[in-house]
T-cell receptor, first 114, second 111 residues
């Protein structure tokens, strides 16, 4: 089944404790993104990757890191989480950067930083 | 001004009603337009693309007005299962090749 998977689905942590949210897609997609969704603000892009080893900042990159060592995986790293990073996070992928076709989303990770 | 603006709603309509949502976008160079559906606390999923000539998929009709920079979604014969948040999505013509999402319009169909 074609899909984007994320783990964990739910996470409660404390300020400053490093965490990683994994993302994996099995569709051989080149373009991958991380979004956060907050009430009234919609989905905002954190980081994106146009292909392996090519990553760049989105709209709200502060406090986050990513890597793209393999085509299928795009982990999101919070080196020192803070309460303002409490949010619903989605990983997404689509075929290529130039093709604005359907974007597939993972099921989401609900993060709470205390 | 937000790049993509939508009325947040909620729109509360009875079953069988026709409901329309509008969305405006700010970048006149945008070329690709979509409606996504998001159920509560779930991931967004593509509902339909929006083409220049307008397009229909069953009970759903999407229209694009480039001159006024707005997109619309019409739902006829609303079902309870249509209750969700509808996200207007537009490509941003930047190096990021990003899709910009509106905040969404919430629809609640009532029995």
């Amino acid at each position: 089944e074609a899909q984007v998977t994320q783990n964990p689905r739910y996470l409660i942590t404390v300020t400053g404790k490093k965490l990683t949210v994994t993302c994996s897609q099995n569709m051989n997609h080149e373009y991958m993104s991380w979004y956060r969704q907050d009430p009234g603000l919609g989905l905002r892009q954190i980081y994106y990757s146009m292909n392996v080893e090519v990553t760049d900042k989105g709209d709200v990159p502060e406090g986050y890191k990513v890597s793209r060592k393999e085509k299928r995986n795009f982990p999101l790293i919070l080196e020192s989480p803070s309460p303002n990073q409490t949010s619903l996070y989605f990983c997404a992928s689509r075929t290529t950067p130039k093709s604005y076709n359907e974007q597939f989303f993972g099921p989401g990770t609900r993060l709470t930083v205390l | 001004r937000k790049e993509v603006e939508q009325d947040p709603g909620p729109f509360n309509v009875p079953e069988g009603a026709t409901v329309a949502f509008n969305c405006t976008y700010s970048n006149s160079a945008s070329q690709s337009f979509f409606w996504y559906r998001q159920d509560c606390r779930k991931e967004p999923k593509l509902l339909m693309s929006v083409y220049s000539s307008g397009n229909e998929d069953g009970r759903f009709t999407a229209q694009l007005n480039r001159a006024s920079q707005y997109i619309s979604l019409l739902i006829r014969d609303s079902k309870l299962s249509d209750s969700a948040t509808y996200l207007c999505v537009v490509n941003t013509d930047t190096g990021r090749r990003a899709l910009t999402f509106g905040s969404g319009t919430r629809l609640q169909v009532q029995p």
